[in-house]
């Protein structure tokens, strides 16, 4: 039994939305992003949350095996999961071990070619069967008003990720007034087009049913005001993008 604990946000034992088939999905705490239309601002703190070991952790997934069929298996999202790297690979080891399809939902802020990081990282991926990647805005300026921080190691990774052989799902979220535009779509698109390993792409609609959290916490919510896209935006951006359904 590891010693090693991971600090637990919530968990869904049903996800049919991150990642193939059905996950058991657990959602960790911490991420130093502050996106504009995160609608998970009680993710943001890290060093914070339930307490658990991997082993509790895959005990608890394991119960719900059966209904993983085939492709199924646990999700590790957040917050971002790469900052509790030693936790995280602790338990996609002992989820290996166990046969046990893995998945991670991340935004790549974390990644750094310094060390210990990247050797960690580099285990972490032969340990992944796929990764989620959100692409927040492929624009590294319009990327740091949005989130606070820059692209440049975010696309590296996925560059590695691609010439490491991982599976990769990208994720982008439309915003209108922000990602919601023809270029940065384009350039979007012209970049994942340079990886090898694009199983699929998403297009997430904004959406506001996260500002609750906000009043709640006292944050100010920084996209009051911006509406959803219309169904014909999203649809110009899925055929730009790409996005087989």
Request: a negative charge; proline letters at 4%.
């Given at each position: 039994?590891?010693d090693?604990?991971?600090?637990?946000?919530?968990?869904?034992?049903?996800?049919?939305?991150?990642?193939?088939g059905?996950?058991?999905?657990?959602?960790?705490n911490?991420?130093r992003?502050?996106?504009?239309?995160?609608h998970?601002?009680?993710?943001w703190?890290?060093?914070q949350g339930?307490?658990?070991?991997?082993?509790?952790l895959l005990a608890k997934?394991?119960r719900f095996?059966?209904?993983?069929?085939?492709?199924?298996g646990?999700?590790v999202?957040?917050?971002?999961?790469?900052?509790?790297?030693?936790?995280l690979?602790?338990?996609?080891?002992?989820?290996?071990?166990?046969?046990?399809?893995?998945?991670?939902d991340t935004?790549?802020?974390?990644?750094?070619?310094?060390?210990?990081?990247?050797?960690?990282?580099?285990?972490?991926?032969?340990?992944?069967d796929t990764?989620?990647l959100?692409i927040?805005?492929?624009?590294?300026?319009?990327?740091?008003?949005l989130?606070?921080?820059?692209?440049?190691?975010?696309?590296?990774?996925?560059?590695?990720?691609?010439?490491?052989?991982?599976?990769?799902?990208?994720?982008?979220?439309?915003?209108?007034?922000?990602?919601?535009?023809?270029q940065?779509?384009?350039?979007?698109?012209?970049?994942?087009?340079?990886?090898?390993?694009?199983?699929?792409?998403?297009?997430?609609p904004?959406?506001?049913?996260?500002?609750p959290?906000y009043?709640e916490?006292g944050?100010?919510?920084?996209l009051?005001?911006?509406?959803?896209?219309?169904?014909?935006?999203?649809?110009?951006?899925?055929?730009?993008?790409?996005v087989?359904?």
């Open positions: 039994m590891s090693i604990k991971g600090y637990v946000n919530k968990l869904e034992s049903f996800g049919a939305v991150d990642g193939p059905i996950r058991y999905i657990i959602f960790l911490g991420c992003m502050r996106c504009a239309f995160c998970n601002p009680e993710t703190a890290e060093n339930q307490e658990y070991t991997a082993d509790e997934a394991l095996k059966s209904y993983w069929k085939n492709n199924g646990i999700t999202s957040g917050g971002e999961p790469l900052l509790q790297m030693d936790f690979l602790d338990l996609f080891r002992k989820a290996k071990a166990k046969g046990i399809n893995t998945c991670i935004a790549g802020q974390p990644f750094t070619h310094d060390e210990p990081f990247y050797s960690k990282w580099k285990e972490l991926m032969s340990l992944t990764v989620m959100d927040k805005n492929i624009d590294s300026q319009e990327h740091q008003k989130t606070g921080v820059d692209n440049a190691n975010i696309l590296e990774m996925a560059r590695e990720m691609s010439d490491m052989g991982v599976r990769i799902w990208i994720r982008h979220v439309l915003v209108p007034g922000g990602s919601d535009n023809d940065l779509l384009h350039r979007t698109r012209e970049f994942i087009d340079t990886l090898k390993t694009v199983d699929r792409v998403e297009i997430l904004y959406h506001s049913l996260g500002v959290k009043q916490l944050i100010p919510y920084r009051d005001g911006v509406s959803s896209p219309s169904p014909e935006r999203i649809q110009n951006a899925e055929e730009i993008l790409g087989v359904k």
